[in-house]
């Protein structure tokens, strides 16, 4: 247990960067295994590098579902670590990996059913036959993935998140090696293309839960094996759980199809706009992917706090760690502003024409204003994660961004269509949508520490 109520700002800001730095380090790996899976994509064929988009958007929105789903387990895990210590964290742990195994194997009788979605386009049959290829083999990834996320809940629930930077190394090095290997043949695999990029992937994910499972106490092994032989879940205390990680699935899942749809949204502009929007979302991702690990360690030691029953220590963790995001925020947008052709330069401005030069740097110039809202809405959701108010995150975020923010930008953008200089403005447009959506996510914060409202009610360890 942590003794948060005793804790000073500079003590409370030191546990959330030593939570955070390690995940963090683990998210940034993560966008660069990414790049070189694009990369070799791009670089394989033109097919390849087309059919790249839509399979990866379509693959990672269905994973994202299931993934966000078992994550729930570490607010679980988090709560039980702060009430009870390592013994009650464990069970709950144990818990979490069960749901993961089910949903796990759920998702690998889905991979018939993803490599059936491409056929639904109208898009050329070469290009959905390379799609089918990877969706399949996505179901699988997928599914380590997921049973990843229960395996990662325990580590981080309980602030061990050196173990998720080791795994994500670990399996970040393997993934990239192998990418290059099964897309073009080389260090003795056989050339797979497409194929090859999804079985790179599933390679890495398989070393992380290597990982995992090495560093995993026995304990929580045992916890399962008993869970498991005396079926010991009972169902009014499963469904709760699954109830809620629902909720934060279908939460994700609208997240991911939002900004995918955005991107959709952005192509009316024309070609121009395209290409500037595709080079400032690498840019944007070195404005977010720092704040995801900080909201993360934030969740967590709320999480803690609540185990033991300290509401009025979530404010003080939520202040303290908005500081550090915002001096973050501060730094990125003194670099798009000041300096924009140096971040951009790198990922593939220096060779385009001016027009697009234009326009790109123009966007990049805005770009801050989504990282400033991007820092309320995610570690907003964090939190509430944490005190289990999963359905308000779904309610707010179908109606602020579907009802709301995309059907504003589309039809806005209906009036400047092939217009590269409303790039910028859309920009802006969407990241006010997402302050709103911040906003609303720290009230609710704010309500539920006054109420001292804890929807998370986790069981003992059965005797």
Known sequence: MNAIARASNAEIA?????????????MVGNLIMMLVDRICLARYSSDTLAASGPAVYTAMAIVGFFVAVVGFSRSCVAQAFGRSGHEDAAWQASTGIVVGVVFAVLLLLLAPLMAWIPSLSDRPPALTHLESQFLYWAAYFGAAMTFNMALSSYFNGIGKTRITLVAGLVGQAVGIVATIGLVFGKFGLPELGMRGSALGTLAGTLAITVIYVAYMPRNIWSGVWRLVATRGIHRG???????????LGVTAGLGNFGNAAFIWIIAGLGVIALAANNVNLTVS????IPLLGLGIGC????????????????????AVTLVIELAYVAVTAFLQIVTPSVLLDPFGLADKPEEIRHAAVATSKVLWTYSLAFAFSMTGQAVLEAFGLTRFLFVVRLVMMWVLSIPTIYFITLGHVG???????????????????????????????ARKQNEIVLTNVAG
């Open 237 to 247: 205390d499963l469904m709760p759980r699954i109830r809620k990680g629902f909720a």
């Open 14 to 26: 030191r546990r959330v960067l030593k939570v955070s730095l390690p995940l963090m380090g683990s």
């Open 285 to 288: 991702y070195i404005g977010v």
């Open 419 to 449: 217009d590269p200089e409303y790039l910028p403005t859309a920009w802006v447009i969407g990241s006010s949508f997402e302050a709103c959506i911040g906003l609303l996510y720290f009230w609710r914060i704010w309500v539920a520490v």
């Open 299 to 318: 969740s967590v030691l709320c999480g803690n706090a609540l185990g033991q029953g300290e509401f009025d220590q979530v404010p003080r963790i939520l």
